[in-house]
């Protein structure tokens, strides 16, 4: 299994520390992003220090859920990118695919969403999933997007943050991040 390097938290009154965490090897669908930029969130501030009563946090935390990044990687049935695009990912990176949420393209309303850190992670790489405070992610291409190259990709970065998405979920209900 690769490792990254990550700030993660390992408490909610610890400072974030550089970290070494796991990270899968990508599966068909998955893509490997080696991370250039990852903006840094007021939601990201409230997960780590456990602020969130409806999303206790599991730690290690490693947040950080507006990332642009490099493939590096593809599994066999991707699509959408090569190695070498550059990519976002904002604040989902699965869901079930199945329900009527998923089907309207609505996966933040998913019963069973992964968000991009302190969601159960399905595949088991760790306890829960990490975010973009990390050299690198594997990520389902359903849950990335392109980036045009032309663009300032610090710039972009911050744009990946999805509130709308978080705003309106049950899970959440009405958040000031
Ligand atoms: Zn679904
Ligand atoms: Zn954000």
Not at 1 to 20: Q, Y
Not at 50 to 64: D, F, I, K, L, Q
Not at 151 to 169: K, M
Request: charged content about 15%; glycine content about 8%; hydrophobic content about 35%.
């Amino acid at each position: 299994m690769p490792n990254a390097k990550a700030f993660a938290a390992s408490s909610a009154t610890s400072p974030l520390a550089l970290s070494n965490i796991p990270r899968r090897e990508p599966t068909d669908r998955d893509v490997e992003i080696d991370i250039l930029y990852c903006g840094v969130c007021h939601s990201d501030l409230h997960q780590v220090r456990n602020e969130w009563s409806a999303v206790p946090t599991t730690y290690p935390c490693v947040p950080g859920h507006e990332i642009v990044g490099r493939v590096t990687k593809t599994g066999s049935a991707v699509t959408k990118h090569r190695v070498g695009d550059v990519v976002g990912v904002g604040c989902l990176v699965d869901s079930d695919q199945k329900c009527p949420s998923c089907a309207a393209n609505r996966e933040q309303f998913c019963p069973h969403a992964t968000f991009t850190y302190n969601s159960p992670d399905k595949h088991g790489t760790a306890p829960v999933t990490y975010g973009g405070y990390s050299t690198s992610i594997v990520v389902n291409e359903h849950f990335t997007l392109k980036v045009p190259t032309n663009l300032n990709l610090a710039g972009v970065a911050p744009l990946l943050c999805r509130h709308h998405h978080l705003l309106a979920h049950p899970w959440l209900g009405r958040c000031e991040g």
